[in-house]
């Protein structure tokens, strides 16, 4: 199976919806919030898609400035294409994009946690998450 992969190939809202059901993760997105989504996919600056012909297999959604830090914010593989090294290619292609002191950073979901140590990254106990709704405490 030829798979290609691009950068920064636009794709539609509904196009990224349909490949996060189909991968699993559409289950911890909010894929029910049509505008959220839109603007999840139009407002990322790093994309890299996996394609087999012209059906979307995979994408990493990337915010990055390209220079200090990137954060994967959606890493998904269609779950017919899994397990085939698509997840790591889409890495490596995210990375490749980025400056020599650029970090990838990313929250896992909880069944693919085991995933990314054995690839390389380390994890880190000190990453902090503010969620939305939460005011920070100025007194
Ligand atoms: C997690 C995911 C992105 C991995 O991509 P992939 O293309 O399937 O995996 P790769 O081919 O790059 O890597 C394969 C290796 O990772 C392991 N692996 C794959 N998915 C895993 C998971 N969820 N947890 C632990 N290990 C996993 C495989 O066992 C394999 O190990 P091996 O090389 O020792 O045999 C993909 O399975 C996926 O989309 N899962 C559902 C959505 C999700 O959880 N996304 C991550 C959000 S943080």
Known sequence: MAIKYKVNEPITTDQFIDLLE??????????????CMAGMVSNSNLMITAWNDDILVG???SVTDFHYACY??????????????????L???????????????????????????PIGYSQNDRCWVLEPGTQILTE
């Open 72 to 89: 994967l914010s959606d890493l998904a593989v269609h779950q017919d294409y899994q397990k085939l090294g698509i997840g790591k290619r």
């Open 22 to 35: 189909r991968s699993t993760l559409g289950e911890r997105r909010p894929i029910e919030d049509y505008d």
């Open 91 to 117: 890495q490596a292609l995210t990375q490749e994009q980025l400056g020599p002191r650029c970090k990838l950073i990313l929250i896992a979901a909880p069944a693919a946690n085991s995933y990314y140590g």
């Open 59 to 61: 994408i990493a959604r």
